[in-house]
């Protein structure tokens, strides 16, 4: 069974930065495709950015050019550098693991592929 923390998240002013962290135990993390979604008030959750277990990236277009995520598998962690941050990236961020990719390469930018998830970390932005 995988186990997932996020931290980092917090209050910031639009235009600021937070590195958001996933850190993972109970399996075998280097084998995992890591996602990041989040969730604002009323909303659906959204795919934010995902890793594949060889280190591929994807992101969603809103946050394409600010956001980078990373891993450290040495520390079975996960991070999301969130840089020039707007009103509009406040949400509750979720790390998510999936061990279901056919090839290296793979992470999903659907939240039904995902296997575990965390609890999640407020990020809120104020304008």
């Known amino acids: 069974q995988v186990q997932l923390v996020e931290s980092g998240g917090g209050l910031v002013q639009a235009g600021g930065s937070l590195r958001l962290s996933c850190v993972a135990s109970g399996g075998t993390f280097r084998s995992k495709a890591i996602g990041w979604f989040r969730q604002a008030p009323g909303e659906e959750r959204e795919f934010v950015a995902a890793?594949?277990?060889?280190?591929?990236?994807y992101y969603a277009d809103s946050v394409k050019g600010r956001f980078t995520i990373s891993r450290d598998n040495a520390k079975d962690t996960v991070y999301l550098q969130m840089n020039s941050l707007k009103f509009e990236d406040t949400a509750v961020y979720y790390c998510?693991?999936?061990?279901?990719?056919?090839?290296?390469?793979?992470?999903?930018?659907?939240?039904?592929?995902?296997?575990?998830w965390g609890q999640g970390t407020q990020v809120t932005v104020s304008s």
């Open positions: 998510a693991a999936g061990s279901r990719a056919q090839y290296p390469d793979y992470a999903s930018r659907r939240r039904t592929w995902y296997d575990y």
């Open positions: 890793i594949s277990s060889s280190g591929m990236t």
